[in-house]
Each structure stands twice: as C-alpha cells, then as structure tokens.
C-alpha cells in the first residue's frame, strides 16, 4: 500500500529538478499528480515518467507568475481526479542576481511574483478544495537562503525568508481545518536551476556543491522529495507551520563547515529565468 494512495496533488515546477523528482515519487506512492509547469516537453516527459512509476499523471501548462493559471491547475486537479489533497509550490528561479546597486526594480519585483506571489496564490486557492475533502497537505520550497545571510542572492534570499514566515502565519490559520502547512528549505542541491548558471555545468556544480556541508556530497532532487512525501501524508499529520531544513549540514555551521567551504564558481549577474530557457 502507498503512503499516497488515494490522494491527489499539484505539484509546480513538476517538468525538472525538484519538482519532478517529487512527483516521481509522489506517483509510486499512489498519488495522482498534476505536473504544472511551462514547459511543455518537460512536463509531458515528466508525466510519462510518473505512469511507469505506477502513477497517474497530467500535465498542465502553468505560469505562475499569472493568477488564473495556477488556479486552472488546481480546478484541473478536481476535475480530472475528483478532489485535491496536496499542493508543493514548487517552482522557482533564481530571478534578480547581482549587488543591491545593479538590480533593477523590475527585476527585484519579477522575482517577488515568482518566488512569493505564487506560493500565496497556491495556497489561497487550495484551500477551499482542501476543505471540501476534510484536510490537506500545502507545501513550499523555500531555502536555506531564507534562514540566513550570503547562502543566495537578495531577492532571493528576502522572497524564501517571506515564504517561510507566510507558511508559519497561515498555518496558524488553517490548523482548525485539517489543513497542514510546511515548507521546505534545500541546501546546495545539484538541479538544472542551478548547474545551467554554472560555468562547466552539472559536473562542476556536482563537485562544488559536495564541499559546501557536513556531509560531503551534492544534493539531488530525490533529497527534497523525501521530505515533501513525509509532510504530504499521514506521517506528519501533527507537523504544521515548520520550515524542515534538507542541507546536509549546511546550516550546523562550525569550524569544520569553516575550513570546507569551497570557492563558489563565479555566476553571471542579471537575472536568472527558468532553468529550462537557454
């Protein structure tokens, strides 16, 4: 028997990385999943992926920085498989890169809708669905770049810091209707996101990524999944309002971490789009 097993999800950011991975593994479990993402190739390689895990998957071309799009996800959710359980707003991009003198405000507020407008949204429009079927499960990607200084980039840093605090705010909210809300802070894992803004790419990131923590590898996609499988099923039905920090390490901190951080590869400033645009 599946740990999802009758349980239906939209995932975001679902056609690589951390999203794909967690639908993946959300399909072996029993779940149906809707892949929301906007890239269509993607997500229809992603949805093939979760049907021979034994799951069943659509996919769903989804902007997130538009409102209805993420709503139309969700209603496809219902419409396709009856009911909606889980939500992982998941997707995500670097966005603004660069001093706090070289960003623009255009780019400072396009990476707000992404990495924040977004998750409200998801949430907001969750919630009623969640309701109807007695609970739920509403989960996040923030970061480790969210809980202190110099582990992201500014607007970055700032977006996943407000998506931590928004998770902790509505899940004090939301707890009288079964409703759970978490998010998740990744360290250094190795994804398209961030290995096509390294110079070298996945093996250079690979390498870099595996000195940076305690434990001396990379991070993968398949490390954040576990952690939102726990917090999307029963397992953790009296977890709500935490941000569940999956780094290797990373933030212990200490004169160990001290002396193995290595030099970080020198990344492009600007502003850093979805990982799937060249």
């Given at each position: ?87 992982f707003n998941n997707a995500g991009l670097g966005g603004a890169v660069g001093t706090v003198e ?100 996945a093996p250079v990131a690979e390498q870099f990524l595996s000195q940076i923590q305690a434990i ?17 099923g029963d397992d953790s039905e009296w977890v709500t309002g935490q941000a569940m920090v999956v ?32």
């Amino acid at each position: 028997m599946g740990k999802l097993d009758g349980k239906v999800a939209v995932i975001t950011g679902a056609a690589s990385g951390i999203g794909r991975a967690t639908a993946i593994r959300f399909a072996g479990e029993g779940a149906a999943v809707v892949i929301a993402d906007l890239n269509l190739e993607g997500g229809e390689s992603a949805v093939r992926d979760c049907r021979e895990n034994g799951g069943r998957a659509v996919f769903q071309k989804t902007d997130v920085s538009s409102e209805q799009e993420i709503k139309a996800a969700i209603d496809r959710a219902v419409r396709e498989f009856g009911r909606l359980d889980i939500i992982f707003n998941n997707a995500g991009l670097g966005g603004a890169v660069g001093t706090v003198e070289e960003i623009t405000v255009d780019n400072w507020d396009r990476t707000m809708v992404i990495l924040l407008r977004a998750v409200f949204v998801g949430i907001k429009y969750s919630v009623p669905e969640m309701r109807k079927v007695g609970g739920g499960s509403i989960i996040s990607t923030a970061s480790v770049a969210g809980l202190r200084g110099g582990a992201g980039p500014h607007a970055y840093s700032a977006a996943k810091a407000a998506v931590i605090n928004l998770t902790r705010s509505v899940a004090l909210e939301l707890g009288k209707d079964k409703i759970r809300v978490n998010c998740i802070c990744p360290g250094g894992i190795n994804t398209p996101l961030i290995s096509k803004r390294v110079p070298g790419g996945a093996p250079v990131a690979e390498q870099f990524l595996s000195q940076i923590q305690a434990i001396p590898r990379a991070g993968h996609p398949e490390d954040i999944a576990n952690m939102a499988l726990f917090l999307a099923g029963d397992d953790s039905e009296w977890v709500t309002g935490q941000a569940m920090v999956v780094d290797g390490g990373l933030t212990a901190g200490g004169s160990i971490f001290g002396q193995q951080r290595a030099a970080a590869p020198a990344i492009p400033g600007g502003f850093a789009g979805p990982s799937f645009e060249t």
